[in-house]
Every structure is written in structure tokens, then in C-alpha cells.
């Protein structure tokens, strides 16, 4: 199985950036589909952005549209999240998770219950 390890996150102003990254071990990266959700403080854990295991398809919550990049290498079994103009609401600890499946359908890939393995969470505290 895939062990997932989070780092890059911080504090950082409203409208600062941040880029998260996601480390696997275990595991070929190539695999999984790979996405990133978030967890606020007495809110349910929600989906934030899903990646292809080629690259090729990307997904994102609404919230996130525009804002949020994700991407991922393979040769370096790493997957990032790059978080730009970022907001107070978007303080949460943030969690990486990887799929076994091969979804074709983009939507599909932002259901928490696909995915089959998870990072301990970096936290992510944006301050007004």
C-alpha cells in the first residue's frame, strides 16, 4: 500500500499563496488517482481538487475554481497543491488521498469515498 506524507503548509495573509505537497512512498504515485481535500473545525471533510493518474484530468470544488492548482509528478511519486488569492474560509487542515480506481469521469473523482488512502493533514490557517 501507498503511505502519504503532507508538508508546505502555514499561516499566511488573505491574498497570499501557498503550494502544498503530497510525498508517497510505497507505492508507484502513477498508480492512483491522487486528491486533496480539506477538514475546518467542526465541518465535515471536503473535496477540494482531484488529479488523473496521467495528469491528464482535473477536478475542483467550486470554491476553489480558479484559484487552486493542481498537478502532480510521477518520477517524483509527488503530488502539489498550489493555493493562490487565498481566503479566511479556506483555513482547514488539508489532507492528500490517493484512489486505486481509474476514473475517466471527472465529477466521479471528487467523492471521498473512492479513495482508499490518506495523509496525517498539514494545516492551513489563512488570517484576515
Known amino acids: 500500500q501507498v503511505q502519504l506524507v503532507e508538508s508546505g503548509g502555514g499561516l499566511v495573509q488573505a491574498g497570499g499563496s501557498l503550494r502544498l505537497s503530497c510525498a508517497a512512498s510505497g507505492r508507484a504515485l502513477s498508480d492512483y488517482t491522487m486528491g486533496w481535500f480539506r477538514q475546518a473545525p467542526g465541518k465535515e471533510r471536503e473535496f477540494v481538487a482531484a488529479?488523473?493518474?496521467?495528469?491528464?484530468?482535473?477536478h475542483y470544488a467550486d470554491s476553489v475554481k480558479g484559484r487552486f492548482t493542481i498537478s502532480r509528478d510521477n518520477a517524483k511519486n509527488t503530488v502539489y497543491l498550489k493555493m493562490d488569492s487565498l481566503k479566511p474560509e479556506d483555513t482547514a487542515v488539508y489532507y492528500c488521498?490517493?484512489?486505486?480506481?481509474?476514473?475517466?469521469?471527472?465529477?466521479?473523482?471528487?467523492?471521498?469515498?473512492?479513495?482508499?488512502?490518506w495523509g496525517q493533514g498539514t494545516q492551513v490557517t489563512i488570517s484576515s
Open positions: 488529479i488523473s493518474w496521467n495528469g491528464g484530468l482535473t
Open positions: 488521498a490517493a484512489d486505486r480506481g481509474r476514473p475517466t469521469f471527472a465529477p466521479v473523482m471528487g467523492s471521498r469515498a473512492r479513495y482508499d488512502y
